[in-house]
């Protein structure tokens, strides 16, 4: 009997996933910065040195307390990965250009210490570790947070047609979504509007007062679909989240005997932009399935509908997107996928 020869190669035996897709924590993260990148530029458009200021002051501070936590829990310091930098960029595009840049550094810190590492560190958050930050600094200054500024290109035209020589540094200006419900509250009181309600135009190109990153919807859908295209961000959230908003505010709009372009001013106004494509797209706090995804955004669009149109806060993506990142694993337990080889229930 011949002896067993010994294989001339092995085959080595472990868990899932056995086939890697190339894509690597530091290159994804790379790639949403690179995608914000038309979002930054057009906040330095319209709001010039605020907007750097703000969004320097952000993206360091979190590099720096991500690092300072990773020391003092004996974690291996992995800031090179840049999610800690892509955190501080969405949590500074989330804020308003006036925004004192010490508060900045705190919100910084809520939410790389507070809405990251306290649960481990990335891939452990419950919840968006960006829009954790700027709600608790919502909830700690509402004053700061809800002031805002005309963007420079719009505060040009009002100083020409106040004044040939009077100048100012920065005009308050109410944002679309609280323009919008100030002509609402004189519509049905029957009284006449006067509040001016910005153009569709200047709308969609960002010439309108709103945090950093939220205003210029091009950069944002720039952006987003280069994320799509690299595979980053499955399409189905923010397509169904638009699309759920489109429906209710459109019903809702249609119901009121508002203009039939009411829709369009939802979508292009506020965060839902910058939301659908960045925030509520985030790999950890959102669904792993594709029918829990769908499930998930129009639980997004429902909420941010509501909030919108019957709440007294006038902006509903940053709760939204919260509350269903609470709801997420509950959605991830019940919608599963068909194991391989399970086959059709008996």
């Known amino acids: 009997m011949e002896p067993i020869k010994e294989p001339s190669c092995l085959v080595l035996l472990s868990s899932s996933p056995h086939i890697h897709s190339g894509h690597t924590i530091p290159a994804a993260m790379r790639d949403v910065i690179i995608a914000l990148i038309p979002a930054i ?29 990773q020391k003092l829990m004996g974690k291996p310091i992995t800031t090179y990965d840049c999610s800690a930098a892509v955190t501080g960029l969405l949590l500074a595009l989330c804020l308003p250009p006036s925004f004192p840049v010490s508060l900045a550094i705190m919100g910084s810190f809520f939410a790389i210490v507070i809405g990251k590492m306290v649960f481990g560190g990335l891939g452990c958050n419950v919840f968006n570790p960006a829009h954790l930050g700027r709600a608790i600094l919502l909830a700690s200054y509402p004053q700061q947070m809800t002031t805002w500024v005309l963007p420079v290109t719009a505060m040009n035209s009002v100083n020409a047609t106040t004044s040939a020589t009077a100048t100012a540094d920065a005009v308050s200006s109410a944002t679309p979504l609280v323009s919008m419900r100030i002509a609402e509250h004189l519509w049905q009181a029957g009284q006449q509007v006067t509040t001016q309600i910005p153009s569709l135009w200047n709308l969609f190109i960002g010439n309108v007062g709103g945090s950093l990153g939220e205003t210029c919807v091009p950069a944002l859908l720039v952006g987003g679909l280069f994320l799509i295209w690299r595979g980053h961000v499955d399409w189905r959230i923010p397509f169904f989240y638009l699309a759920t908003v489109a429906l209710i505010t459109g019903i809702y709009g249609g119901m009121r005997g508002y203009d039939s372009i009411f829709p369009l001013y939802h979508l292009l106004a506020g965060g839902l932009m910058i939301g659908s494509f960045f925030m509520a797209t985030d790999w950890v706090t959102s669904p792993i ?45 019940y919608v599963c996928n068909t194991s391989f080889g399970g086959g059709a229930k008996k």
């Open 41 to 69: 530029l057009a906040a330095y458009y319209y709001f010039r040195l605020s907007a750097i200021s703000v969004i320097l002051a952000c993206v360091i501070s979190a590099i720096i307390f991500e690092a300072i936590c």
């Open 289 to 333: 399935t594709k029918r829990g995804r769908i499930i998930y955004a129009i639980g997004l669009g429902v909420l941010t509908a509501l909030i919108r149109l019957r709440g007294s806060y006038v902006e509903g993506v940053c709760y939204s997107i919260l509350m269903m990142n609470m709801v997420t694993p509950l959605i991830d337990k």
